[in-house]
């Protein structure tokens, strides 16, 4: 995020909007004014300082579900890692548990659930 601008909503317009200018990457962009484009939201481009930008005003970005592959690869990788570490010693186990987060130890610990000394 960097500077502030302030933009006429119309050209010549004495009533301007204030926002934050945001940098995206190109791809973001090109999708975010594409579907704004798409759905007739023309009003919303501007040119600041020679750049085009989109006023988002009202506008909210919703953040994607994870899909079924993300979620797919995510249980696999889980089985991996649990598998590997039942492989383990109880004293390598131990170790290997005190570099842990307490969210990594909670996953591990509902993928082995009812695995005694895990």
Known sequence: MH???DVALHPGAAVTRTFALLDVSAPTYAEV???LRDAGYDHAFHAVDGQNVVDMHGIA???PA???AEQSVA???TSVI???FLKLSWEQRQRIKDMLSDTEKMVIAEALEGE???
Do not use: I, Y
């Open 3 to 5: 500077t502030r601008a």
């Open 75 to 77: 249980a696999a990788k």
């Open 82 to 84: 649990c598998t590997l």
């Open 61 to 63: 970005l919703v953040e």
């Open 33 to 35: 004014s594409g579907k």
């Open 66 to 68: 994870a899909d079924a």
């Open 116 to 118: 005694p000394n895990w």
